[in-house]
């Protein structure tokens, strides 16, 4: 990045830190050009990845096929069904595209989530108990994957020995949420970290560049 | 040598998500005869719902409006359509009682979708015409640019109630701390695990995991719908028996059915 | 008021300036704090160091500018290791902002290491898709990525000759802080039976461990300290490591905060008054 | 009733659960195809957001409402970067990509980093010791941050293993039975989308 563009990048990060101390005519400019600047980026680069070599180029390639043609006009066709939404008159024709979108990402959902997500994880917690320490380990996993389980049911009511369980499940829930916590702290730090770096070094140059 | 084009018509190896799917496929069946023969399915109280109701009431008391998020799923992401659901009774409801909502829209297919289930609802209320045009709108597809965004109108519109329901991901504190700051009430429901500890934390009320798909069928009280929740508890409590049985019979040295359950 | 009730009340931009400081301070002054290699990244670290020479590891890099921090470090360090190992880099991602960050951490490691593009390694751009692309690399990469990122055709570049699908892959590894990562385990671990390496960042780190165990994945980095025991292990000191001391001091911060609240609440409470209204939290019931 | 569309998502829905179990290769480049068309749908819906974004902050110009200005420069922005990428492209090189790093690049890695600072403002709020589940969640989370940075192994050394235990046995417990619980709550969803029972996408909120 050159100096130009160090400069500005440093103003709007600048802009933004100064949110923390209320919202103010700076960070709202660095908001709105944020909407419009990733707004065009992501238009720009559809357009480039997907319009461009998928819906433009196989219909201009030299030698094309009926098929290739169908092939291509059938998703463009979907996707100005649904551009004809922008007349309010218009608005039905769109149900066919979005009927057809959301049944592909159903059909996904259904076997990839069963798959990884649901057998996968059943899976998973069918192994071998090993013996001693682990032993007491692998038997407080059941019991807390049991127990949470038993919080997370619907048709019965949390009563007596379901109550009890459910109730132990929200102890586990509790511990993972806190560790889940605990654990982003970094996460989130270090972002601030590269930041501050940034600021530190490439536009004050108080500290020394990236050392290898 | 091209790779040898594969010809056969069954992945043996996917026997048991088949098995899965067709399981979860009969307990639906079912429970919807169930649910048809006795007109209703108990399925326990969601505290997080009448929250949700609590909140619209509140602030339509107090004439300011609601910003429900439909989070940064796209389709792809279940989280979503439960959120479609869920909205179109949050907008029934603000049709009803003449109060205003703002739906901030990550993804523009979920936007053009959540637009026709609010105009529907306002419609089904029997005021089409009071459907305020750009009330669902699109923001932004890039994370933090639709943080930014919506967080702007937290704090310049002051919206009484903050909704989420959806998947959401990093930008859940950001949004929940700035919701919180404006004193709005909040109410969440996320089915990213990652995120519960956040919405926990700064919403007054918080739908966990499936809770949010949970809700998302207990809402229209429709007998099928409640069937489907009645599958997924079967189909839960198959999964524990399931566990338990393999790690018994493991005990006692026969692995076959934890070999069935193998994915790869 | 007493001390209890105004430090339960206190304005949150106190507690803002503490977490910059706490931040800014060891940067401008480094400590250099000992760092452990755990053995999810060790793990890691194997996976990748006892591939063949020659072996070809496509490194899906599916992250934006906002979660950089944490997985442009492992990037550089996972690519400079491949190098020296002579293997052969395919970059790629899922991301449109992705190119932006990649492609010059690409640069980078292989100026490091005195890489050629083309030779050692090839950067295949962006795709929009996610599932679509992955599933579609199974079948062809050529129809997912007809041309790589500075649009040269794949069948002119030495590192891409005779890899037509996952088939010519010996090992993915992706960098992600979002959802990429199922989907990576759905089609690349379970569906096409491909090793796979996950670098995640911090949060989402918690959630894999579960098909660490069940071998879906043969490593993962987590987060910055992930990514510092990386740098530490290939013995580089990069961004990672640096920031590490800052890591410190603020956790410290952030922990006496909450044990100061939790504190001035008992405090306050035994005086009658109850410092926050109690209300459920968010939990059940 | 919307039967039409209703039978198309049951269609796709339908074969390509079916195309999972299909490994052979035509069928997988049916698969293939449907994904395909699914991306170049989201091209154009796409274009259909960004009309609305453009019809939101227009509205605010015209009818001068407060912070219409600000409204001004989003709509000059979406324009430019638009057109530029469009006519010019996204490559190094293109000024859409000095663009990117200059302004998209560190907006959005610094929005990212105040979170550093809400999750301290949020920790110091809400981990207060009022009942037995918010102790439980304080003290495992002061716990975690403590034993994941350098200090923690300096007080005490068996500090990052406790957090490991911590991650493996409670964390994956609750973990691995929420994802179970969140996988069967997304197939059931998608199924009930298949199988015509929900249908409130349609503009239906029945």
Redo the contacts between chains.
């Keep these: 990045m050159n100096d130009a563009q160090t400069w500005i990048a440093a103003f709007l990060t600048l802009c933004v830190f100064s949110f ?2 209320r919202d103010n005519p700076f960070y709202r400019f660095a908001e709105h050009l944020f909407v419009g600047a990733a707004a065009g ?2 238009l720009a ?2 357009y480039q ?2 319009i461009l ?1 998928n819906v433009i180029g196989p219909l201009m390639a030299p030698k094309i096929q009926a098929s290739g043609i169908v092939l291509t006009l059938i998703p463009a066709m979907l996707g100005i069904l649904l551009l004809l939404r922008v007349f309010p008159r218009l608005t039905a024709p769109a149900r066919w595209a979005l009927a057809f979108y959301v049944g592909v990402y159903s059909g ?1 959902a259904v076997t ?1 989530y069963m ?2 997500q649901v057998i ?2 059943i ?2 917690s069918v ?1 071998p108990f090993e013996g001693g320490w682990h032993a007491v380990n692998s038997i407080l996993i059941l019991i807390g994957l049991l127990t949470v389980l038993a ?1 997370f049911f619907f048709s019965a009511p949390h009563t007596g020995l379901h109550g009890l369980s ?1 109730r132990v499940g ?1 102890w586990f ?2 511990v993972a949420f806190g ?2 916590f605990g ?5 989130r ?9 940034f600021l ?1 070094r490439d536009f004050l140059h ?2 020394p560049g ?3 | 040598m ?2 040898a084009l594969n010809t056969d018509w069954f992945d043996p190896t996917r026997a048991n998500v088949l098995v899965g799917i067709l399981l979860f496929l009969t307990f639906l069946l079912i429970n919807i005869l169930r649910a048809r023969r006795a007109g209703t399915l108990y399925i326990r109280p969601l ?1 997080g719902l009448t929250a949700l109701d609590e909140a619209i009431g509140r602030a339509t008391e107090m004439g300011k409006p609601i910003l429900y998020m439909p989070g940064l799923g796209d389709m ?2 279940v989280g979503t359509l439960a959120s479609i659901t869920i909205m179109g009774r949050v907008a029934r409801k603000v049709a009803d009682l003449g109060s205003s909502m703002q739906v901030p829209c990550y993804d523009p297919v979920v936007m053009t979708i959540m637009d026709g289930v609010a105009r529907q609802a306002y419609r089904e209320s029997g005021r089409p015409d009071d459907f305020p045009p750009g009330s669902v709108h699109y923001v932004s597809a ?3 640019a639709y943080v930014a965004a919506v967080t702007g109108i937290m704090i310049r519109e002051r919206p009484a109630a903050n909704i989420y329901m959806g998947s959401f ?2 930008e859940s504190l950001f949004l929940a701390e700035t919701g919180n ?1 404006t004193g709005a009430i909040q109410i ?1 429901g996320c089915d990213k ?2 995120q519960l500890p956040f ?3 700064a ?4 739908l ?1 995991g499936e809770e949010l798909f949970a809700a998302s069928a207990y809402i229209g009280r429709e007998p099928v719908q409640l069937a489907t929740i009645a599958a997924q508890d079967w189909a839960k409590a198959t999964a524990a028996i399931l566990i338990v049985a393999a790690l018994l019979l493991l005990a006692m040295g026969r692995p076959e059915l934890g070999h069935f359950l193998q ?2 | 008021m007493s001390w209890a009730q105004r430090l339960l009340s ?1 304005d ?2 106190i ?2 300036v ?3 400081l706490g ?2 301070i060891p ?2 002054m480094p400590v250099n ?4 290699v ?1 053995p999810r990244v060790e793990a890691a670290y194997q996976t990748i160091d006892t591939l063949p020479e020659g072996s070809r590891v496509l490194i899906s890099m599916d992250y ?7 997985l442009n470090p492992m990037a550089i360090a996972i690519m400079r290791h491949c190098f020296r190992k002579k293997l052969k880099v395919i970059g790629m991602t899922l991301y ?2 992705g ?3 990649v ?1 010059p951490a690409m640069k980078a490691a292989a100026a ?1 290491e005195g890489k050629t593009r083309n030779v050692d390694y090839v950067f295949l ?8 692309v992955m ?2 690399m ?2 062809s990469i050529r ?1 997912q990525y ?1 041309v790589d ?3 040269t055709p794949l069948d002119s570049i030495p590192v891409m000759r005779g890899v ?2 996952y ?1 010519g892959i010996d090992l993915v590894v992706n960098l992600t ?3 990429a990562a ?2 990576w ?2 089609f690349a ?2 569906r096409f ?1 491909k090793k796979l390496v996950l670098g995640a ?7 894999y ?3 660490l ?2 071998r ?1 994945l043969l490593g993962l980095i ?4 992930g990514a510092a025991e990386y740098e530490k292990r290939m013995d ?4 990672a490591r ?7 001091l ?6 006496l ?3 100061l ?2 504190v001035a ?1 008992f405090a306050s409470r035994r005086s009658g008054g109850d ?2 209204p ?8 | 009733m919307y039967l039409g569309p209703v039978l198309v998502t049951f269609a796709v829905g339908a074969a390509l659960i079916v195309l999972f179990f299909v490994p052979h ?1 035509q069928a ?2 049916v ?2 195809e449907i ?2 068309w ?2 170049i749908v ?2 154009f819906a796409l274009i259909l957001g960004s009309i609305s974004l453009w019809n939101t902050h227009a509205r605010k110009v015209r009818h001068r409402i407060e912070g219409w200005p600000y409204s001004l420069v989003t709509m000059i922005t979406l324009v430019a970067v638009t057109g530029l990428g469009v006519v010019f492209g ?3 090189g293109t000024a859409v ?1 000095a663009i ?2 200059s302004v ?3 907006l ?2 610094t ?3 105040l979170l ?2 809400f ?3 949020a ?9 037995l ?2 102790t439980l ?2 003290v495992t ?2 716990l975690m ?2 034993g ?7 007080i005490w050394p068996g500090f ?1 293993a406790f957090t ?1 235990w911590l ?2 046995v409670p ?2 417990a609750a ?2 039975a929420i ?1 179970i619980g969140v996988g069967l709550g997304a197939v059931s969803t998608g199924l009930k989308i298949i199988l015509g029972i929900e249908r409130s996408y349609l503009g239906r909120s029945n």
Aim: charged share 15%; aromatic share 10%.
């Design positions: 923390l101390y980026y992501l680069t559809q990845n997907v070599p996904i990839g798959q990884a996968a994880q899976a998973d192994k919080y459910a929200i829930l509790m560790a889940s654990y982003t702290v970094m996460a730090v270090s972002l601030l970290i590269s930041r501050v770096q530190l108080w500290i990236v050392v290898s | 091209p790779e505290p792809s992401e890039q994370q933090f991901y990093a700051l969440a695990v990652t919405f926990v934390c919403c007054d009320y918080t966990l994915t790869s | 206190v949150r931009r507690i803002f503490l977490i910059g931040t800014a940067l401008l704090l000992p760092i452990t755990t934006e500018p906002d979660t950089m921090a944490e449109p902002a190119p932006g960050l492609e490091a751009g962006y795709k929009s898709g996610f599932q679509t599933i579609g199974g079948e129809q007809p990122f500075y649009k037509n699908s088939a802080a979002s959802s199922d989907y385990i759905q671990a379970s039976k960042t911090a949060v989402m780190a918690t959630d461990y579960p098909y165990s069940s879906q987590g987060g910055m300290k580089l000191f990069g961004d640096r920031g590490m001391d800052a890591q410190s603020v956790h410290v911060i952030v922990s905060l909450v044990i609240g939790n609440l410092g926050t109690a209300r459920p939290l968010g939990g059940p019931r | 290769h997988q480049a698969n293939a994904l395909e699914a991306t989201y091209a996204t490559a190094e990509y990117y790093q998209n690049s560190p959005a890695s929005m990212f980093a550093a600072f999750i301290a403002s920790a110091f709020r809400a981990f207060r010791a009022r009942n589940e918010a969640l304080l989370a002061v941050m403590i994941r940075v350098s200090i923690g192994e300096f990052p490991e991650l493996d964390n994956l973990k691995r994802a």
